[in-house]
């Protein structure tokens, strides 16, 4: 079911994109998530749409010398994973943006394990992904395997941590709320359920073939309702261990945002984007800023404060 579902195809101008980004170099294989994938899935993402948002990779590698970059980047990548860069381009004449991650291979291996403390990563590739790029038919293997391993730890937390019984749709409702508090994230509560609109007979195969794999004692009920069969000594361990995760995920996520400010290529340019997207207020990004984000952000502040963003009310993203 996963090898179909990352081998389903996508619209041409993300595969154009990907290809260009790639070039000369010889990742792996470029994962493709997010919630475009989910517009692609329901036929939705036409060009307007791509241009309009912000298209996410995981560049995956086999060394760190594997993808373009400075030795910083590549010791901050080895140390704290993911590193993450904005990339942008015309393609076929529709301004596509991605903001990219990297990792190798054996920290994908490492980050999708249900020992590892980090939550962030199995997370997301519990959830609806597109391998657009990938070097040969080992490489595609070992990327599978990987998001293989997330759904099952994935969906074995599911079980720990949920409830004694619920649908499917329950469950992963319940883990994914509690993996966005584990983080330092701004989405409201009402993510994880928008998180499985449109994708519910997905995610409710993929919990019960995981648990079936995993050996759970799972029973459906008349009322399609399910019950994990995890017993109540195992659920209080896994709530113990989880408190453990709760309590690194946002200490994890503030390093990470530290690191970006001196390791996030194409920073200046996405975060100009963002602002004239949300605000209307053109930034004139000059190459010196480019190269130092972090020195000219009091000046652009400055800037932001005296066109009357702040004061601005309507619509919060704002």
Known sequence: MLATELTSPVPLLISHFVERMVGLSRPLGVLFYGSLVRKVAQGEADPSVLAEGVLDFYVIVEHQSDWPRGRLARVANALLPPNVEYHEMDVDGVPLRAKVAILSLKQFRRLTRPECRDTT?????????????????????????????AVGTAALWAAELGPDQATPEGYWQ??????????????????????LAGEEARFSRLLTASWVAAGLDAQLRPDGQVTSGVPETERAQAERRWAVRARLGRPLNIARLVKAAFTFEGAARYIVWKIQRHSGVHVPLTPFAERHPVVCAPAVLWRLVRAGVFRRTGNPSS
């Open 121 to 149: 990563v199995w997370a997301r590739f519990a959830q609806p992904v597109r391998l657009v790029w990938v070097r040969d038919a080992q490489a595609a293997d070992a990327v599978l395997r990987c998001v293989i391993r």
């Open 174 to 195: 319940a883990l994914f709320h509690r993996t966005y508090a584990a983080e330092l994230r701004v989405e409201t509560t009402a993510r994880s359920r928008h998180l």
